[in-house]
């Protein structure tokens, strides 16, 4: 591993890649201008936003490079390394979603079979039956967040995926299972139920063994705020917590308890490891071609148009020239970006401790940076 330190706290780094031959999709590895590009883009975010900490990584076709900016705890001076911990809230989604195709193809799971056969304690719904594939194509009718998060929310510890249930179970349905695209995360917790009685272990064990384990992603895991966790950041805004209203200086946000929402977005990682994961898709090994293909199939409506979900991925980049994968998640002192792009086998992932100004809507730059610059000369 070769390390070049730059100005200040800016740190970049180049790995090789021992376990990767040529990427099976590839055209070309990324030219100098254009991760160039990518990483530059980081950094004028990071100055703009006046964000605390900020990680990111580019795997390019070849080699995986790291950029570490600013501080993981302001207060105490840690600076962001290749260890650093960040909550990656949404992106847990692709992992969750992962698991269950890989347990369809092992024989414990049926995607079209009611989840009561699984999960008996989620009610049957008069608006139709509910299955995991609706489930990860986010077309099974389950609402997302109303107006429940509040500072007794954030403070209850759920000790199950089965317990948080709970939060939603008993609600009507949004839209007719499978008739509609409605972005929810407690469709993802739901999921992680169906994954811990179709596999016979606990949600995050199952997690942990099929995919943290064999991808070598030592630095990924589940949250547990009870618990220290070593390489932990923390977490900061200049918008208000509640109310989202721009600070006038910068805010230390409290630590919150996502314990109710394993499945949908309560891991930590970093940003190497997330794009490790994501080369998992580029290239034969841990993941068989027909799970990688359907990471890539996008879920279908009855109308025969593509939904805009599947399997925790966000599809609006499908349809882009080139295409690519996208997975992203915020909420208040956490931003977290993952994007894939088979046919230059290139995999970016970004994440921060701080909402700036613009909050998660700084988001829109960075993806939008990202997936033009492969097409730079």
């Known amino acids: 591993m070769k390390q070049t330190h730059i100005a200040g706290l800016i740190t970049i ?8 031959s040529s990427p099976v999709w590839a055209q070309q590895q990324l030219s100098e201008p254009q991760l160039t590009q990518m990483l530059t883009v980081l950094e004028e975010i990071f100055a703009d936003q006046q964000m605390v900490g900020m990680q990111g990584a580019i795997f390019d076709g070849e080699q995986v490079h790291s950029l570490n900016l ?15 911990r960040f909550e ?48 990860a194509g986010m077309m099974a009718g389950i609402r997302h967040y109303q107006n429940e998060r509040d500072e007794v929310f954030y403070a209850t510890h759920y000790d199950s995926v089965i317990q948080a ?3 939603f179970k ?44 064999p991808m070598g992603l030592q630095n990924t895991g589940f949250t547990d705020i009870r618990i220290p966790l070593p390489h932990r950041s923390r977490h900061y805004s200049f918008i208000d917590l509640y109310d989202r209203e721009v600070l006038p200086t910068l805010q230390i946000l409290p630590t919150r308890n996502h314990s109710y929402n394993m499945g949908g977005g309560n891991m930590y990682s970093t940003a190497e490891d997330l794009v490790n994961f994501g080369r998992q898709l580029l290239t034969p090994g841990l993941l068989s071609d027909n ?17 805009d979900f599947s399997d925790g991925w966000i599809m609006m980049g499908q349809q882009a020239s080139p295409p690519f994968l996208m997975a992203g998640g915020s909420y208040p002192g956490t931003l977290s ?22 909050g998660p809507n700084v988001m829109d730059q960075l993806i939008m940076n990202w997936s033009i610059a492969p097409l730079v000369p």
Request: proline share 6%; aromatic share 8%; charged share 20%.
């Open 70 to 84: 600013g501080y993981a705890d302001l207060e105490h001076q840690v600076p962001v390394t290749d260890q650093t």
């Open 170 to 213: 008993d609600d009507e349905l949004i839209a007719e299972p499978g008739t509609a695209s409605n972005y929810s995360s407690y469709s993802f917790n739901l999921l992680a139920a169906v994954i811990e009685r179709a596999s016979g272990r606990d949600f995050t064990e199952t997690i942990s063994d099929r995919l943290l384990s």
């Open 291 to 307: 799970v990688v293909s359907q990471v890539f199939a996008t879920h279908v409506l009855p109308t025969g148009q593509p939904g």
């Open 165 to 167: 249930l709970d939060v």
């Open 337 to 358: 970006l993952l994007l894939v792009f088979p046919d230059q086998a290139v995999v970016a992932a970004m994440l921060s401790n701080t909402w700036g100004k613009d």
């Open 88 to 135: 990656i809230a949404s992106i847990t989604k692709v992992f969750t979603g992962l698991a269950i195709l890989m347990l369809e193809e092992s024989g414990d799971l049926d995607l079209d079979a009611p989840v009561q056969r699984y999960v008996p304690d989620f009610p049957r719904k008069p608006e139709g039956e509910v299955t995991a594939r609706q489930l």
């Open 13 to 20: 780094t180049l790995a090789a890649c021992s376990w990767l």
